[in-house]
């Protein structure tokens, strides 16, 4: 017979916490952006996923200097790309507290999601 293991609310709040990092990025990279729309689709991403069950905050930051660089001379945008995200988001389930990220990692080359803190909210 196979071991069975209480579902814990810290297991829970860090599986909303994955949830919600993956559907941010799929749902938001390809976004048309550039230096006039780009704190608008920070704020849209912000309340997207604040409405979500389980998010006490979030912030999203848009790299500008990448925004920049990508720019199509021909229309003026370009794609929102992993490498241009900064999120921070805490995520509360019953007591416990999440502090979860998604960053690029310049050594890695990738954008990383990563668990920052797990913490009580007593």
Known sequence: MKDTYMITDRD????????????????????????????????????????QPFVKDI??????????????DEFGYCELEGRMLDVKI????????????LAFDQELDYPLMKIDKVYSSD
Do not use: C, W
């Open 90 to 101: 805490t995520m509360r389930y019953e007591s416990v507290l999440a502090d979860v990220s």
């Open 12 to 51: 829970n709040v860090l599986f909303e916490a994955g949830i919600k990092l993956g559907a941010l990025y799929h749902q938001f990279t390809g976004s048309p952006v550039n230096l006039r729309t780009v704190e608008s689709l920070e704020t849209a991403i912000q309340e997207s996923i604040s409405v």
């Open 59 to 72: 912030t999203v930051s848009i790299d500008r200097d990448i925004i920049r660089s990508r720019l199509n």
